[in-house]
């Protein structure tokens, strides 16, 4: 079943921010996020907020779901709007989830309406979503560039049909491929594809095979992830049985110096540690506003919120959360106010991950200290700290858990 949300302080019904986190709305970047919650099988890795057709019967599907959307989206308006200043225009959307194109492109559009009638839409701004290659087509892609989408983003995974098999995932290697072609095709100028490293049983050759693969795609945005188990998934019962082995951490590394390697000589530059691009204008800006501490309304089941160091997330079950907005109650579960301190953590520990660094008055003086003892054990780059930047290091992106745990305590 899908994780547990964190502890917080109740959140109020009516949604209501403090006057402090309204202060400055507009001077901060601002996105939308669109959680759904549907997929039509449930991968064995995910612990993602998700849910099949069999798993929720009848007490919820897209017509509810899309509804409490439009709802919550509205409320959104009027939370900011009581600040007194106007409501900023979504410079970013992204609908992720879930399987967003399970919705069609019908529905889709429908979604993106939804945010324009609630906070708008800013001139030129990104609009991006999730897609399972196995629930598009040449028409589907068609179908949300016309709506206004901007981005796609297609799960891969893996060109190896024996790595998918262990995922649990259900397309076909080639599929992904070929879906970024057609969303090529559509017009779609910014198209990334997601890869998993380190998946038991996939070797240095599977690796390379879907390196290949992307390459041949002609996408211009790269996302990468170690597979991680997550407590409670299917995959953690396997490995806790002893049908599968944990991921190995030098295995990870390995794989992760080949993924870079391949990418970087190919044209994809990392601009955040598990993130290659093109250029600077194929970077997802959406992500990019959540790691530099942009302001964003979560919406949809479970969805998490940031607005001004308030921080908020959703009930979870797509029925509850339909039902409290249908008695125009906010769906928040809980929320935690994040004071100075708070803030500078998260910072350091979001900004260090991107290639332009952190910079170093950021940190404390016990971190400053930490800083230069990173430099020297060649954590972080020694140039960028002369010109007080905290800048990974190519070994430091393999261990920058450890590089910002050493900075923050």
């Keep these: 079943m899908p994780s547990q949300p964190p502890p917080g302080e109740p959140a109020p019904r009516d949604g209501a921010l403090p006057p402090s986190a309204l202060a400055g709305l507009g001077s901060r970047p601002f996105g939308v996020y669109v959680h759904v919650p549907f997929c039509a099988t449930r991968c064995g890795y995910c612990d993602f907020n998700t849910y099949t057709a069999d798993e929720l019967g009848s007490s919820a599907g897209f017509g509810s779901w899309l509804e409490g959307l439009r709802a919550e989206l509205d409320l959104g308006a009027r939370v900011l709007a009581a600040g007194g200043e106007p409501v900023p225009a979504a410079g970013t959307v992204f609908a992720g989830g879930g399987t967003p194109s399970l919705l069609g492109a019908e529905r889709l559009g429908e979604v993106l309406d939804a945010v324009r009638s609630s906070f708008g839409l800013a001139d030129g701004a990104e609009v991006t979503t999730e897609s399972n290659p196995e629930s598009t087509s040449p028409e589907f892609f068609e179908g949300i560039a016309a709506a206004g989408y901007t981005r796609v983003s297609l799960g891969m995974q893996s060109a190896a049909q024996h790595v998918l098999r262990v995922l649990e995932r259900r397309h076909t290697p080639g599929r992904a491929v070929e879906a970024a072609r057609e969303a090529r095709a559509a017009g779609f100028g910014h198209v990334n594809l997601d890869l998993i490293y380190g998946t038991p049983g996939e070797t240095d050759d599977d690796l390379r095979a879907s390196l290949d693969a992307v390459l041949e795609a002609g996408v211009d945005h790269v996302s990468a992830y170690s597979l991680i188990v997550e407590d409670g998934t299917a995959m953690a019962r396997k490995v806790r049985r002893g049908d599968l082995p944990m991921p190995d951490e030098d295995v990870l590394a390995d794989r992760y110096e080949l993924l870079d390697g391949v990418l970087g000589g190919a044209g994809l530059h990392w601009y955040e540690v598990s993130n290659w691009a093109r250029d600077d204008a194929a970077r997802c800006m959406h992500n990019i506003g959540y790691w530099r501490g942009g302001d964003w309304w979560g919406a949809g089941p479970g969805a998490h919120s940031h607005v001004g160091g308030v921080r908020w997330w959703n009930v ?94």
Excluded: F, N, W
């Excluded at 039902?323 to 998260?346: F, M, W």
């Excluded at 930490?370 to 430091?396: I, S």
């Design 316 to 409: 979870k079950h797509p029925a509850r959360y339909s039902a409290l907005l249908a008695e125009g109650a906010s769906p928040a579960l809980a929320r935690e106010v994040l004071d100075a301190e708070d803030q500078r953590i998260e910072r350091v520990m979001l900004e260090l991950r991107l290639a332009s660094g952190l910079p170093l008055a950021v940190l404390d003086e016990a971190g400053r200290l930490a800083a230069k003892e990173a430099v020297a054990d060649g954590l972080l780059r020694a140039d960028a700290l002369a010109a007080d930047r905290c800048v990974l290091t190519d070994r430091g992106r393999l261990l920058a858990d450890g590089v910002i745990q050493r900075l923050i305590t």
